[in-house]
């Protein structure tokens, strides 16, 4: 498959590129393309990509991966690093950074991410009175009681 006009501008554009567009329309397909041309002179260890699902991220990955095989066959040095590239949902690259430099995130060092059944209780515990601190005027639009 190849890329379209506009695809082929965002996979090459020597800048950052957002993309959005509808489901089915070759959005993985030229991020591949844009990881691929960033192979030229960037190690995987040095690209990030993100995305929103963990099945998004693994589908991501894998194409990569193929993409490699396809492009440069014999490099392996690519294809190791490619295992510990970031590629990854947005949560997982929060996570590492936090986990990479907690003091500056301002946390413990040994912090975790809450699993969903410790996140039900954090919130019950801490958002109400977390949203009660804030002045009422930030609730003129929206009443506390939709919020809480």
């Known amino acids: 498959m190849s890329l379209t006009d506009a ?14 567009a509808g489901a089915g329309s070759g959005k993985t397909h030229m991020l591949v ?3 691929l041309h960033h192979l030229d002179t960037l190690s995987p260890l040095e690209i990030v990509a993100t995305t929103f699902t963990e099945k998004a991220a693994a589908e991501l990955r894998a194409r990569i ?13 690519t294809l190791a ?8 949902t947005i949560h997982a690259l929060c996570a590492r950074i936090v986990r990479d430099h907690p003091a500056a995130a301002g946390v413990r060092p040994d912090v975790t991410i809450l699993d969903e059944g410790q996140a ?12 009660a601190a804030l002045p009422a005027r930030l609730f003129t639009h929206l009443s506390f009681s939709a919020v809480a």
């Open 65 to 77: 991966r193929r993409g490699v095989q396809a492009s440069r066959p014999d490099d392996f040095d």
């Open 120 to 131: 039900r209780v954090w919130r019950a515990r801490h958002l109400r009175p977390a949203l």
């Open 7 to 20: 695809q082929q501008r965002a996979a090459h554009a020597p800048s950052s590129v957002a993309v959005m």
């Open 81 to 88: 690093e490619l295992e510990a590239a970031q590629i990854s």
């Open 33 to 35: 393309a844009r990881y």
